[in-house]
């Protein structure tokens, strides 16, 4: 079984930085045990101009059958003889997906410690394949890579040259070839794909399955044309796997909110509110009110919690008086997507130093978020169970606690006036609830009573005399005597460690 992966360098950013990226030196030939064989990775080509990497897996039939014990596709008996002639050695299947996994599974999930601004960067990258085994043929190639953004070529393999009247082998010759992928993200869609084409799992398909795709599948499985094929195929048909995937998966679709969608019905109300003249997008309305809140309280460290696609923190870099922005979210395809829009492989040093996005669930205590001076959560609170909001409330107030925290959710009274949303539906389908005023400021009061915060609420967008604004926004400030009580506590037990620390020495 064999692959290549190669890459054309550009000045500043050479070629061999693959090597990096697959934590494998190109001036090496390395080997490499599995459970079927030896994976061996070397570089048939490797300067600052172009530089290739190539798989090649050497699968040991006799292990392969001793440790399989003649079973197939999900544990099924295979027929005598196919244990011993079939073209394992040869054609990639699963076993070169598990060998990926094996040998690259540092550079699968994004991780390199000597360059980490490396595995970010979209680069040109061409793979290729000679001999995959594709039950659907071409056609089913493409519909599986083409929506990755993928230029996909696939050649069918004659049976026989000699005999051209056969016809086509189940086999074809694969390229892809693509400028808006990382490293990270091809070797994650190999290691999916190719065992859904070849559509045979040769080894025992367990619960734990299930896990291992949907870590590889995450930022494009969700939303994949495929979704159903590519899990029931990885899954060998094993359906109440496949079942539960299918619903993991949606549960992720859903947390992942499209950014673009909230806006295009922000925009919506907006239009319908002032009909008379083209209104500025509410959308637009909401970060303008955010950065003047934000520029008002004094923040130059800035948290924008549930950042999404990056769009409040691209408009936050564009004023310098804010030294520093964090965007931290729970979608690593949402953080993806914000990376390029705010073309951070291509930002200059200095610009770079102000923003970093990070992974993270506002659920759990986090200690990276401790120290700001501000924190955002634009459109966040509503797309959590209520039963879940005590856990963020503490996270962001009880153990961040920044000196000014703003919170803004749709105002559900204003939805009357948006003639084409039907009566008692929420303005998006991932929104768990939508406040009235007077249930927002309910909660607002009581968090700011129990965190020693003061709060008060600005409209955003056009303030209705009857149902109100479209959006409603909370600004919370840290009471004076709460900051300094908590300063108080902070060095009290401070000291109280450093007298247990005394005792214990003494």
Same mark, same amino acid.
């Given at each position: 079984?064999?692959?290549?992966?190669?890459?054309?360098?550009?000045?500043?950013?050479?070629?061999?930085?693959?090597?990096?990226?697959?934590?494998?030196?190109?001036?090496?030939?390395?080997?490499?045990?599995?459970? %079927?064989?030896?994976?061996?990775?070397?570089?048939?080509?490797?300067?600052?101009?172009?530089?290739?990497?190539?798989?090649?897996?050497?699968?040991?039939?006799?292990?392969l059958?001793?440790?399989? /014990?003649?079973?197939?596709?999900?544990?099924?008996?295979?027929?005598?003889?196919?244990?011993?002639?079939?073209?394992?050695?040869y054609?990639?299947?699963?076993?070169?997906?598990?060998?990926?996994?094996?040998?690259?599974?540092?550079?699968?999930?994004?991780?390199?410690?000597?360059?980490?601004?490396?595995?970010?960067?979209?680069?040109?990258?061409?793979?290729?394949?000679?001999?995959?085994?594709?039950?659907?043929?071409?056609?089913?190639?493409?519909?599986?890579?083409?929506?990755? @953004?993928?230029?996909?070529?696939?050649?069918?393999?004659a049976l @026989?040259?000699?005999?051209?009247?056969?016809?086509?082998? &189940? %086999?074809?010759?694969?390229?892809?070839?693509?400028?808006?992928?990382?490293?990270?993200?091809?070797?994650?869609?190999?290691?999916?794909?190719?065992?859904?084409?070849?559509?045979?799992?040769?080894y025992?398909?367990?619960?734990?399955?299930?896990?291992?795709?949907?870590?590889?599948?995450?930022?494009?499985?969700?939303?994949?044309?495929?979704?159903?094929?590519?899990?029931?195929?990885?899954?060998?048909?094993?359906?109440?796997l496949?079942?539960?995937?299918?619903?993991?998966?949606?549960?992720?679709?859903?947390?992942?909110?499209?950014?673009?969608?909230?806006?295009?019905i922000?925009?919506?109300?907006?239009?319908?509110?002032?009909?008379?003249? /083209?209104?500025?997008?509410?959308?637009?309305?909401?970060?303008?009110?955010?950065?003047?809140?934000? *520029?008002?309280?004094?923040?130059?460290?800035?948290?924008?919690?549930?950042?999404?696609?990056?769009?409040?923190?691209?408009?936050?870099?564009?004023?310098?008086?804010?030294?520093?922005?964090?965007?931290?979210?729970?979608?690593?395809?949402?953080? *993806?997507?914000?990376?390029?829009?705010?073309?951070?492989?291509?930002?200059?040093?200095?610009?770079?130093?102000?923003?970093?996005?990070?992974?993270?669930?506002?659920?759990?205590?986090?200690?990276r978020? /401790?120290?700001?001076?501000?924190?955002v959560?634009?459109?966040?609170?509503?797309?959590?169970?209520?039963?879940?909001?005590?856990?963020?409330? %503490?996270?962001?107030?009880?153990?961040? &606690?920044p000196?000014?925290?703003?919170?803004?959710?749709?105002?559900?009274?204003?939805?009357?006036?948006?003639?084409?949303?039907?009566?008692?539906?929420?303005?998006?389908?991932?929104?768990?609830?939508?406040?009235?005023?007077?249930?927002?400021?309910?909660?607002?009061?009581?968090?700011?009573? &129990?965190?020693?915060?003061?709060?008060?609420?600005?409209?955003?967008?056009? @303030?209705?005399p009857?149902?109100?604004?479209? *959006?409603?926004?909370?600004?919370?400030?840290?009471?004076?005597?709460?900051?300094?009580?908590?300063?108080? /506590?902070?060095?009290?037990? *401070?000291?109280?460690?450093?007298?247990?620390?005394?005792?214990?020495?003494a």
């Amino acid at each position: 079984m064999f692959l290549t992966i190669s890459t054309t360098g550009t000045p500043g950013r050479p070629a061999t930085d693959l090597g990096f990226l697959l934590h494998k030196h190109p001036e090496k030939a390395q080997a490499f045990s599995t459970s %079927y064989g030896t994976a061996h990775v070397l570089y048939p080509e490797a300067d600052e101009q172009r530089c290739t990497a190539a798989l090649l897996l050497e699968v040991d039939a006799v292990a392969l059958v001793r440790r399989g /014990k003649g079973k197939g596709r999900g544990g099924a008996p295979d027929a005598a003889l196919a244990q011993y002639v079939n073209d394992r050695p040869y054609a990639a299947s699963s076993l070169l997906a598990v060998a990926i996994g094996a040998v690259f599974s540092s550079a699968m999930r994004g991780v390199c410690r000597a360059r980490p601004e490396l595995p970010e960067q979209v680069r040109p990258l061409r793979v290729e394949v000679p001999a995959l085994p594709a039950r659907g043929g071409p056609d089913l190639v493409r519909r599986l890579f083409e929506p990755l @953004d993928w230029t996909v070529t696939a050649e069918p393999v004659a049976l @026989d040259t000699e005999f051209p009247e056969w016809g086509d082998s &189940r %086999y074809v010759r694969l390229v892809l070839e693509s400028r808006s992928r990382t490293v990270a993200e091809a070797l994650r869609h190999l290691y999916v794909l190719l065992p859904v084409l070849d559509d045979a799992k040769h080894y025992w398909v367990a619960a734990d399955e299930v896990d291992k795709l949907l870590r590889a599948g995450e930022g494009w499985l969700p939303e994949h044309p495929e979704q159903k094929l590519i899990t029931s195929r990885y899954l060998s048909r094993r359906w109440s796997l496949t079942r539960e995937a299918m619903a993991r998966l949606e549960l992720v679709r859903l947390a992942e909110t499209d950014d673009n969608e909230v806006e295009a019905i922000d925009n919506a109300v907006a239009a319908e509110a002032e009909a008379e003249e /083209k209104p500025t997008p509410l959308a637009v309305r909401r970060r303008d009110a955010i950065v003047a809140a934000l *520029t008002e309280a004094g923040a130059a460290r800035v948290l924008d919690l549930g950042c999404g696609e990056g769009h409040l923190v691209q408009a936050l870099l564009k004023d310098p008086r804010f030294t520093e922005i964090v965007g931290v979210d729970v979608s690593m395809r949402a953080l *993806t997507i914000a990376s390029r829009r705010l073309k951070l492989d291509r930002m200059g040093e200095r610009q770079a130093a102000r923003v970093k996005l990070f992974q993270g669930s506002l659920a759990y205590t986090d200690s990276r978020l /401790k120290g700001y001076d501000a924190a955002v959560l634009s459109e966040v609170v509503e797309h959590l169970d209520l039963p879940r909001l005590p856990a963020l409330e %503490y996270a962001v107030f009880g153990a961040a &606690r920044p000196r000014t925290v703003l919170v803004t959710t749709p105002n559900v009274e204003y939805n009357v006036r948006w003639e084409s949303l039907p009566a008692g539906h929420v303005r998006h389908r991932d929104h768990r609830f939508e406040w009235t005023r007077e249930e927002f400021r309910a909660w607002a009061g009581a968090v700011a009573g &129990r965190h020693g915060y003061g709060v008060e609420f600005v409209p955003v967008g056009p @303030d209705d005399p009857e149902v109100g604004p479209p *959006t409603q926004m909370a600004v919370f400030t840290v009471n004076g005597n709460a900051h300094e009580k908590s300063h108080e /506590k902070s060095h009290e037990k *401070t000291h109280e460690k450093t007298h247990e620390k005394e005792a214990k020495a003494a």
